[in-house]
């Protein structure tokens, strides 16, 4: 394998976190410190986030929009982060150009990544989810029309996978697989393989 820093080497979306542990203050100003310094096209940085620690008013109204599958484990995370994006109502007119969705997407998701890179400098692991009710949550939250749910991030501290049930626990401590970077490329620009 092609050397890779230890942070991204490390780097896995567990089910099991530890229900004793709060995140500091300090980690949560790292976190967002990491998502605010992530690319963006113009510079826009059209990312919003709600940071619900466990048992406050946020977390819990994130929690239950989850998907059942994600509850079953996520409601141990020290805190779930709902990640948004902005795209202004008059950026849908035609013809109005550089506020396009997918790219506000787009940008959100490198804000995510950044935020994931930092956990891991700060011996926390994320699991990113997009299994939730983005309506439900829209509606729950307040949210404008501008403002378009996307991701779920839980955050903690890794716990005991055999807390788990059987299913999750098998798929939290079977070996990790990727596909080869040979299959990552596109039609004229793949290496020849033999």
Do not use: C
Not at 6 to 12: I, K, T, V, Y
Not at 94 to 100: E, L, M, N
Not at 120 to 148: E, K, N
């Amino acid at each position: 394998m092609a050397e890779l820093s230890p942070l991204l080497a490390a780097r896995w979306s567990p089910h099991a976190f530890d229900p004793s542990v709060e995140l500091t203050d300090g980690e949560v100003t790292s976190l967002l410190e990491a998502a605010r310094w992530a690319p963006s096209a113009g510079n826009r940085q059209p990312w919003r986030f709600l940071l619900g620690r466990r048992a406050d008013e946020a977390y819990k109204r994130i929690f239950v929009h989850l998907a059942a599958e994600n509850q079953r484990w996520a409601g141990h995370a020290s805190a779930l982060l709902l990640g948004a994006y902005l795209v202004p109502a008059v950026a849908h007119a035609p013809g109005r150009a550089g506020h396009d969705p997918e790219q506000a997407a787009y940008d959100l998701g490198q804000a995510v990544a950044h935020l994931t890179v930092q956990a891991g400098t700060l011996g926390l692991h994320v699991h990113q989810m997009t299994g939730f009710d983005r309506d439900g949550i829209a509606l729950d939250l307040g949210l404008s029309d501008d403002v378009h749910p996307h991701v779920v991030v839980a955050v903690g501290r890794l716990g005991d996978p055999l807390s788990l049930p059987e299913d999750l626990r098998r798929r939290e401590t079977e070996l990790r697989r990727r596909r080869p970077a040979t299959d990552l490329l596109l039609g004229l620009g793949r290496p020849t393989t033999g």
